[in-house]
């Protein structure tokens, strides 16, 4: 099984969204450079956060994907993986994988599936709860549970996906659904970016913020 | 970071809190912060609202695990009413909360002996299974108060996803057919139902989404989904066309759509370029 790479935003993108909505599930696409390859490791650049609603009805999907296409050719990107994070905390019955999982690998057999193990999920992110499988078994059926995905830079992204989660920043993030409540909305996330990149380049000082005030007001 | 306005006056929070109780929003995290920030030291002003709004923060604390804060509204409400029943739900939940299932149990059951019809007992027993993840005795038991229950709309809504977590499309499309027979003025509704036929895919199935979705336009000219559901049936149908007045029907209704969705995007102030340009994409979902 080929591994799998997350960078920090992607990894930011889809922790926030599943925070977003926690009593919900929640789905969205990954995307990777234009040049991936189907062997060795897969490079996650980038996530789009979909639907938290009906996650199994097709229309929306598509209309999601077609757009989501286009914006990936312009920034060299391909659709390379899908993820989902389930509303239930333990799920005794199996269903079958979305379908939209079956069509991004039909159009890139290197992709993933990736799921979000909700028991490794913490507000405090001290380990990466998301699992990735790369290859259908027999059957035709993604081959679970998957490998551990890997992050770049892990502890550092670890730690800002901790302050976003604090801060609340999850309410920022505007995913395909939530576009289509309201075109203004950017389900590409361009602001968002912005704060996930200010959280991984000055892990520090958002902790600060509150203990420069108390230096002041001591030395006063 | 706060979502709300920090500077609202108690008034306007109360306000709030009743449209949501009205719409039944789930904000959980909002109720329990502005109780917190502004309505609880003026609580003792809100007259008859009182204990509803008690109940309210109680199960949006619940729902955030603050089993501080539940357990002071549920002592204040137990207080006041010591037989009642909906106020020994509350304490079935706090169970819930904390993963205590047989006491849960215990007291829903306890509920349902005092009385038969109590509706939100058993729709808490229901929501139990859901939350073990035993869907299927889930959908087995809503279809079992259903049966007593057949205009509970709420029951029907959460059938139907149940079924469509199952990918049983048929069956949601007949818990949202119940559905549209006694609203059939929703927008949303019609827009429901037409996804999941467009979902099961074939011909007559992409015809009565196409209905459905312009159905759910006309109703609401603002639900985007439906304009893009309109757009994506009547190429589906476009496509598969054999008669040609009717591939011309379709295409005629198919670039309304599109018109119609460049508009919103432009009062929206998004560009819609990028948007139309997709539109004609080659990704289906649906079965051949």
């Known amino acids: 099984m080929t591994e799998v790479k997350f960078s920090p935003l992607a990894y930011c993108k889809v922790i926030l969204h599943a925070v977003k909505y926690p009593h919900a599930s929640v789905n969205g696409v990954l995307l990777a450079p234009e040049n991936a390859k189907r062997d060795g490791t897969l490079i996650i650049e980038d996530a789009v ?50 379908r939209m999982s079956y069509k991004i690998h039909e159009n890139f057999p290197g992709s993933c599936f990736v799921t979000l193990r909700n028991e490794l999920l913490s507000l405090e992110q001290r380990q990466v709860p998301l699992y990735a499988s790369t290859k259908l078994d027999d059957s035709g059926c993604w081959s679970l549970p998957g490998k551990k995905v890997k992050l770049e830079k892990e502890s550092v992204t670890l730690h800002a996906a901790s302050i976003l989660i604090n801060l609340q920043t ?44 108390g230096v002041e007001l001591a030395n006063n | 970071m706060a979502p709300y306005d920090v500077n609202l006056t108690w008034q306007e929070v109360r306000d709030i809190f009743r449209t949501w109780r009205e719409e039944k929003e789930r904000r959980s995290r909002e109720v ?52 009642s029943l909906r106020a020994h739900r509350l304490l079935a939940m706090r169970c819930e909360a904390v993963g205590d299932k047989e006491n849960a149990i215990f007291h829903l059951e306890y509920i349902l002996n005092e009385d038969k019809t109590n509706v939100a007992a058993r729709k808490r027993l229901i929501a139990m299974h859901k939350s073990v993840g035993n869907t299927t005795k889930a959908i087995s038991e809503l279809n079992e108060y259903l049966k007593s229950f057949m205009s509970d709309q709420e029951a029907w809504q959460e059938l139907c996803d149940l079924y469509l977590l199952h990918h049983e499309f048929s069956r949601a499309a007949f818990c949202m057919e119940e559905l549209l027979l006694s609203s059939p003025h929703n927008h949303l509704y019609h827009e429901r139902f037409a996804e999941i036929k467009y979902t099961q895919g074939g011909a007559d199935n992409m015809e009565l989404a196409k209905a459905h979705f312009c159905q759910a336009a006309k109703l609401n000219p603002n639900n985007l989904r439906a304009l893009f559901g309109v757009l994506q049936s009547a190429n589906n149908l476009a496509q598969s066309a054999k008669v040609p007045s009717k591939k011309k029907e379709y295409v005629k209704l198919s670039a309304w759509a599109s018109k119609h969705i460049q508009d919103l995007y432009q009062v929206a102030g998004e560009n819609p370029a990028s948007a139309i340009e997709s539109m004609f994409g080659q990704m289906q979902l649906t079965s051949p």
């Open chain 1, 170 to 213: 999850y309410d920022e993030l505007v995913d395909f659904d939530n576009h289509l409540d309201c075109p203004s909305k950017d389900w590409t996330n361009a602001d968002l970016e912005l704060t996930i990149q200010e959280a991984l380049n000055n892990p520090d000082d958002e902790d600060e913020e509150d203990s420069d005030e």
């Open chain 1, 49 to 98: 956060p979909l639907f938290h609603m009906a996650l199994t009805l097709a229309p929306m999907a598509e209309v999601a994907l077609q757009q989501i296409d286009s914006y990936a050719s312009k920034n060299k990107l391909i659709i390379a993986g899908y993820y989902e994070a389930s509303e239930f905390f333990d799920e005794s019955d199996v269903r079958k994988a979305n």
């Open chain 2, 32 to 83: 329990v912060d502005m109780w917190l920030l502004t309505l609880k030291p003026m609580a003792h002003k809100l007259g008859d609202e009182r204990f509803l709004v008690l109940e309210q923060v109680c199960l949006a604390a619940l729902d955030c695990h603050n089993l501080e804060v539940a357990d002071a509204c549920m002592i204040t409400i137990g207080r006041a009413f010591p037989k």
